[in-house]
């Protein structure tokens, strides 16, 4: 069974828009971390954020914002007000006890100016 | 700092040949992975080492091995390139295996 799940494939707004990237994840762990990387057009693999199972809280940094609901399975990003350089490939993450971290298949975000 | 480094960046290899990548990390973490990454499948792991002297297999290990040389340096080894090696690869690492993972610039690598 897919552990990491990102449904959407590919997302294109026109700046400024909002849009949220989606993850649900499946694990029997009580004990897990779930990530979001950001891969741009250049290739890297850039880290953005990492939130423990015991931290439901809800958090924002700049334009950026997770939504973690261990009902529903979901780990969500939100970029408030694209720009042209959030263009790049999301994954969403998660790593169990048994130390390996799972990458969803990623999500394509398009903002055209 | 230079973070994580592979060498090299870009490789072209004819089926059979064989060839090492090289990683190396100078942030003092503990674990470091291999992945590759094909389009459509995101990143899967190949091959991890939890800390200096171990290494375990990940999700797609046939056709390579690994060793953790210190705990700096994990290279990836191809022993007999095949056409379906053709992929990205990444080494990455971590303070310790539940922390955030560090990437590097990736090698782009095409078997003919």
């Known amino acids: 069974a897919q552990k990491v799940t990102q449904a959407q494939t590919e997302i294109s707004v026109v700046e400024k828009e909002d849009v949220t990237l989606d993850c649900v994840y499946e694990?029997?762990?009580?004990?897990?971390?779930l990530f979001w990387y950001k891969q741009p057009p250049s290739g890297e693999l850039v880290f953005l954020i990492r939130r423990n199972s015991f931290d439901e809280q809800n958090e924002i940094s700049g334009r950026y914002s997770w939504n973690f609901q261990k009902s529903t399975s979901s780990f969500n990003f939100t970029i408030t007000a694209s720009q042209v350089v959030d263009s790049a490939v999301y994954f969403c993450?998660?790593?169990?006890?048994?130390?390996?971290?799972?990458f969803g298949k990623g999500i394509t975000l398009s903002v055209r100016p | 700092n230079a973070g994580v480094t592979q060498t090299p960046k870009f490789q072209v290899l004819k089926t059979g040949q064989s060839m090492t990548l090289q990683c190396a990390q100078d942030?003092?973490?503990?674990?470091m992975y291999w992945y590759r990454q094909d389009p459509g499948m995101g990143l899967r792991l190949i091959y991890y080492?939890?800390?200096?002297?171990?290494?375990d297999k990940g999700e797609v290990p046939n056709g390579y091995n690994v060793s953790r040389l210190n705990k700096r340096e994990f290279s990836l080894r191809l022993e007999s390139a095949a056409p379906s090696q053709t992929s990205v690869y990444f080494c990455?690492?971590?303070?310790?295996?539940?922390?955030?993972?560090?990437f590097g610039p990736g090698t782009r690598l095409t078997v003919l």
């Open positions: 990455a690492s971590s303070e310790v295996s539940a922390n955030e993972q560090f």
């Open positions: 080492s939890a800390s200096e002297g171990t290494t």
């Open positions: 694990t029997r762990d009580t004990t897990y971390y």
């Open positions: 993450a998660l790593n169990e006890r048994r130390s390996k971290l799972t």
């Open positions: 942030m003092n973490h503990n674990s």
